[in-house]
């Protein structure tokens, strides 16, 4: 099962990657091209911050902070590994983990993440707003990740709660046994 999760971070990562490389030699800087009947914008565009551009002119903070995120997530998900992790964690931290890997290595390859297209809506705040893939895997992640670590919480206090009765049964079977003696 581990093999499907790391496939997963992997697919994002190179999915990803690979459109983003297609982008930079297809796409001339500023031109955009509509797609799906005019729905999509593909926009080449350069962002040397965080989300929504975020923290430009501060990129090496930006790619600290990212490494470390990535780092701490990376680790939560080798835990979430365990016999108590929760796949909806898993699968969550797996899509956030592909899309943080991808925009990381965008940051320490070339000081900026290579965003890609933009939604054609009448809303210009929102038309504007130029994402990649691995921003929404980071979202969706994010949010599945959340989901699961409250399941995980729960499913925790259920072992705590059969351990407790477990430890319960034996404390009286033991002091049953004591007073026979």
């Known amino acids: 099962m581990t093999n499907f ?12 990657n690979y459109i983003k ?16 009947g005019g729905r999509l914008l593909l926009r080449r565009h ?17 790619t600290a902070l990212s490494l470390l995120i990535t780092g701490i997530a990376t680790l939560i998900f080798i835990l979430s590994l365990s016999v108590y992790g929760s796949n909806l ?6 899509l956030l983990l592909g899309g943080a890997f991808s ?5 320490l390859k070339q000081q ?19 994402f990649n893939v691995s921003d929404f895997c980071i979202l969706l992640g ?4 959340a989901l699961g670590m409250r399941h995980q919480g729960w499913k925790l206090r259920q072992i705590s709660k059969q351990r407790k ?17």
């Open 21 to 36: 490389e297609r982008m930079e030699r297809q796409l001339p800087l500023g031109e955009e091209q509509a797609v799906l």
């Open 112 to 130: 900026y993440v290579m965003d890609y297209f933009s939604f054609n809506i009448k809303w210009k705040p929102l038309r504007r707003l130029v």
């Open 103 to 107: 925009n990381t290595y965008d940051r």
């Open 89 to 94: 964690l898993r699968v969550g931290l797996s």
């Open 5 to 16: 999760f790391v496939s997963l971070i992997e697919g994002i990562f190179r999915g990803d």
């Open 142 to 145: 994010a949010l599945l990740s």
């Open 165 to 181: 009765k477990r430890h319960k049964a034996s404390t009286a079977i033991l002091q049953d046994f004591m007073r026979m003696r």
């Open 46 to 62: 350069h962002n040397g911050g965080a989300m929504l551009g975020m923290g430009k002119k501060q990129g090496r903070l930006v």
